[in-house]
């Protein structure tokens, strides 16, 4: 049969010109927003690939008028546009030199669900997450679940086609889609759905261009439908070009099954509506542990006779790795016995825990017939559960966030052979990696034969780019050989599509690119994905001609290898977008702006060390504004699988912000709050500053002049000091000792949480030092970025602390932020200095101490009130990013009739100083009221609220009215 040749379409250069006529033309038609300066375009040149492309510009529609007048526009001037979700793409097909269109932060609505015929209709910028939590009452969900499904939107997952970890039951996202919305390249709105001969052949009648596209459509499959049945690969989880093998049966077509997979490239979806599947009742797991990960992989097929829901597979690398990681290594603790060489993460669905024991025991005696596995960790509990996903969900970005210039790059990670095949392939595969000296990581989807398999490469490095064409090619010759597929789940893009034609044949590649032009015919969607692709080795994020500027760095990142590489951390995989889970990133889950996400601040700073911005924007405007929303959480430090830490990030930039900025008097005020308030001190100085603090006039003057806002109440001041208070007091002279850190926010303003700390321990037993006021952490000033002078404030409290160090005494502080500043920043602001790690080693929260005197036995002889209260527990952003919640929980826990609840709740947004400033109210009370203040006004009147930050409970106040008592407060209440 003779070759079908289709000459890609060629576009004008386009011009600066063009492009400021397009946007003069488009901007008086939107609802939404139109972003063509530097910065925006260099936040959204890259996704979670090793591509990076600005686009000529950012469109954020309000409605999808906005997207059809978008796209009639850049038909009529020639412009590429780029339809894009969470940009969690791997590879490349969420970047390119068009307008991208971000449907994320408006068009996400779930339009609606019907539970009988079991179907959502919703819009593209809804993710997985927020679907599911919605189908949750319903016993319902989505089928795929990828491992970004927090991030990920249905608009994404559909354009590629998505799957997960369940893809041997659910299989990719074309199984389920059953209509979508959508606009052709011109801004012609079209409606996909299943139809039978009747209704195509009606299609192809109607004098449109939908009628056009099904008439040619049919013609095309008529033509080549032999080719695209001999050519298109075997394995079910194929997903290279263009789903065309689901149109060749004539009795049901649905063309929204072949926008599956497109990545943009065919027509842009503005609506969908997906097929849901029942919500298992009760899930177990049983992690089998090999001596080899070549053990592992022989044995898949074994278990895949027991009839599992998914076997996945986490390899000895990426369990070491894990291990590192300070978010994650307590959880992989729960599920991992000795050192594996690989576990399979094996999981059951079924209708009770005795079933699931029964499958578990069946597996288990499966697999010592067949000789596999030395240790089968089984999870049943929902907890154990989460532990083991939690970590296997985020694998990628653990395994990604290694230091240095080497890094497991996702290039031919998506390759899928038969079960049968799997230790075949990956044995041919690793001498590969044996003749290019080249280490990779291996995890992922061994049920379906996917093994995400990453080489470790430095793109900086010319010799290593070369070494991605060989791997790459190398990799293609096996999966063939193997009966496989070259994409199975993460796409083609940039990374994968140059190898379509060899892989797939000459006439199917020609067969597709006849598809891309009937579609699209002036090649304007999304060009450069899927075929016509460029080189897998051009437009990377760090290629062999990246470099940084030299800055003189404030904070110590030896660690990381210098702020540059810090920054290069990042590596785009955009769990800081997720939405209904966890700390980070409290900005963008009100704002839903990629600005206002950790990898949008990490980008904007590398574009600016890496030149790709003028080197004065370091200290600019735009970077500013950029950054002005991270509120150093720290959640990214252990939330994000890489660790990026941006809260360190941002106080180095701010120094250097600094030296090119006056620094106002409102950041001095706050910086300086510690000082200020030993300066008052209480008594009359107190006073007096209460009454200006509370008088209306001056607080609009301080709205007016400061920036400080008037809807506010700064905190006032007490009468008396804690340290005052606690000096007067007669204390046991007798019994182990404790050190109580008196840090300024409960020394002279909320004094009454570190009497009720003092009082317990004393009620304990315990013999309480109270060191004096001068001993400060410096928080106030880290966070304004006034590192010198934080330094000096760190040394100071050193010097003050270090003798109980040498006496081996806990030193126990209440406010999070404070206490915990000396086992973080300390050691960036004073490296050279071996005491500030021992003293990192001496410091504790109230919680963590009180716990491990509970789990040490020593508090059994306590006698706790009998009374029966509830109680909710909001957790400051540092003590879950640095403690975690597991002490607070267990010890509201100890009095016996005490039912403790933890929140979900993110930030509470007032985050020291940043809820007090005018320009940052309005952001501030938006991420309490995402669920803090709803879950606290909806909690009883004797329900107890419990929160350790000052901050976290001023919030509290200002937006519910109701007084949030810190732990400290509630066990002193609760002993007898």
């Not at 686009?55 to 546009?81: K, N």
């Not at 230790?423 to 990696?433: G, I, K, N």
């Not at 182990?736 to 840090?743: C, I, K, Q, S």
């Amino acid at each position: 049969m003779e070759t079908l040749t289709v000459v890609a379409p060629t576009r004008p250069a386009l011009s600066p010109e063009r492009l400021e006529a397009f946007c003069h033309a488009l901007r008086p038609q939107l609802r939404g927003r139109l972003y063509t300066d530097a910065m925006t375009r260099a936040l959204y040149a890259t996704d979670a690939s090793i591509y990076q492309i600005e686009p000529v510009g950012v469109l954020i529609p309000a409605h999808v008028d906005d997207v059809q007048a978008a796209l009639a526009l850049a038909s009529r001037f020639s412009i590429p546009v780029l339809p894009r979700g969470g940009g969690s793409s791997l590879a490349g097909q969420a970047v390119g030199e068009a307008l991208v269109i971000d449907f994320t932060p408006h068009l996400h609505r779930i339009l609606e669900i019907n539970p009988e015929e079991r179907w959502a209709r919703v819009e593209p910028g809804c993710t997985m997450e927020q679907l599911n939590l919605a189908l949750r009452p319903l016993g319902l969900m989505v089928g795929p679940d990828p491992a970004s499904g927090a991030r990920a939107t249905l608009g994404g997952m559909l354009a590629n086609n998505s799957t997960g970890a369940h893809s041997i039951l659910y299989g990719n996202m074309v199984e389920h889609v059953r209509a979508v919305n959508a606009l052709l390249a011109d801004g012609t709105p079209v409606h996909f759905e299943a139809l039978d001969e009747a209704a195509w052949a009606e299609r192809m009648r109607r004098n449109d261009p939908e009628g056009r596209l099904y008439r040619e459509l049919d013609d095309l499959l008529r033509a080549k439908g032999d080719i695209i049945a001999r050519d298109t690969p075997k394995h079910w989880r194929r997903n290279s070009g263009y789903r065309l093998e689901y149109l060749l049966e004539a009795r049901s077509r649905n063309l929204a099954q072949l926008l599956c997979g497109s990545e943009g490239t065919l027509a842009v979806v503005t609506e969908l509506t997906i097929g849901l599947v029942p919500r298992p009742k009760r899930t177990a797991l049983g992690v089998v542990h090999f001596d080899t990960r070549e053990e592992a992989l022989r044995a898949v097929t074994t278990i895949l006779e027991t009839k599992p829901a998914a076997v996945e597979l986490f390899d000895g690398v990426a369990i070491e790795a894990t291990r590192h990681a300070p978010g994650y290594a307590p959880r992989l603790a729960t599920f991992i016995v000795g050192n594996p060489g690989a576990v399979l993460i094996t999981e059951y669905f079924g209708e009770s825990e005795t079933e699931l024991v029964a499958k578990l025991d069946a597996l288990e005696a499966t697999l010592q017939r067949a000789g596999y596995g030395y240790a089968i960790v089984r999870a049943l509990q929902p907890e154990h559960i989460q532990n083991v996903w939690a970590v296997r969900s985020e694998g990628v970005g653990l395994v990604m966030g290694v230091k240095g210039d080497h890094k497991p790059l996702p290039m031919i990670e998506d390759a899928a052979v038969p079960v049968e095949h799997l230790a075949d392939y990956v044995a041919d595969l690793e001498r590969l990696f044996q003749e290019t000296h080249t280490q990779a990581v291996l995890y992922a989807h061994a049920s379906a034969g996917c093994l995400h398999i990453r080489p470790f490469l430095n793109t900086k490095d010319a010799r290593e780019v070369e070494k991605m064409r060989v791997l790459a090619t190398g990799s293609m010759e096996l999966v063939k050989k193997y009966g496989g597929v070259l994409s199975s789940e993460h796409g083609d893009g940039i990374v994968r599509g140059w190898l379509n034609e060899a892989f797939l044949g000459p006439e199917l590649y020609a067969v597709y690119r006849q598809v891309k032009q009937i579609f699209d015919p002036n090649g304007l969607l999304n060009p450069g994905k899927i075929i016509d692709t460029p080189p897998m080795t051009e437009n990377l994020r760090m290629g062999p001609t990246y470099r940084t500027i030299e800055l003189v760095e404030e904070l110590d990142w030896s660690e990381e290898g210098g702020f540059a590489r810090a920054v290069e951390q990042c590596n785009g995989n955009g769990a800081c977008r997720k939405l209904e889970s966890g700390t980070m990133c409290p900005s963008f889950m009100v704002t839903r702006d990629e600005r206002h996400t950790t990898r949008g601040r990490a980008n904007a700073l590398r574009s600016v060390l890496s030149g790709a911005l003028p080197v004065e924007a370091l200290t600019g405007r735009a970077l500013y504004e950029v950054m002005d929303l991270c509120i150093q959480c720290k959640a990214c430090k252990t939330e994000c699988p890489s660790n990026v830490d941006m809260a360190k990030m941002k106080t180095e930039w701010l120094a250097k912000y600094w030296e090119a900025n006056r620094v106002p008097l409102r950041v001095r005020l706050f910086a300086n709050q510690p000082r200020l308030a030993r300066w008052i001190g209480g008594g009359w100085k107190a006073r007096l500053a209460n009454i200006g603090l509370r008088n209306a006039f001056v607080r609009r003057l301080m709205d007016w002049t400061l920036g400080i806002s008037a809807q506010r109440q700064l905190p006032t001041f007490a009468l008396e000091p804690f340290t005052t208070w606690f000096r007067k007091q007669s204390w046991p002279t007798t019994g182990p000792t404790v050190v109580l850190f008196a840090d300024t926010f409960n020394n002279y303003h909320h004094p009454e949480v570190a009497q009720a700390a003092a009082l317990f321990f004393a009620r304990l037993g315990f013999q309480v030092i109270v060191p004096e006021e001068k001993a400060c952490c410096g928080r106030p000033l880290i966070s304004k970025g006034l590192v010198s002078q934080a330094q000096r404030q760190a040394l100071e409290a050193l010097e003050r602390l270090y003798p109980y160090v040498e006496q081996e005494l806990p030193i126990i502080g209440l406010e999070p932020s404070c206490i915990l500043t000396f086992r973080d920043e300390l050691l960036s602001l004073l490296p050279g200095d071996p005491r500030a790690r021992k003293l990192a080693r001496s410091v504790f929260t109230f919680e963590e101490y009180v716990a491990r005197l509970a789990d040490e036995g020593r508090l059994r002889e306590v006698r706790w009130t009998e009374t029966a209260r509830r109680v909710l527990v909001h957790g400051h952003c540092h003590q879950k990013s640095l403690v975690g919640m597991g002490p607070t929980a267990r010890i509201l826990a100890l009095p016996p009739n005490y039912r403790v609840e933890v929140l979900d709740t993110s930030c509470c947004g007032m985050a020291g100083a940043f809820g007090y400033e005018k320009e940052h109210v309005e952001i501030s009370l938006k991420m309490a009221e995402r669920r803090l203040a709803p879950a606290v006004r909806a909690a009883s009147e004797d329900t107890l609220i419990a929160a350790a930050g000052t901050s976290c409970r001023a919030q509290i106040f200002d937006t519910t009215g109701r007084r949030a008592w810190h732990p400290a407060e509630i066990l002193l209440q609760a002993l007898t």
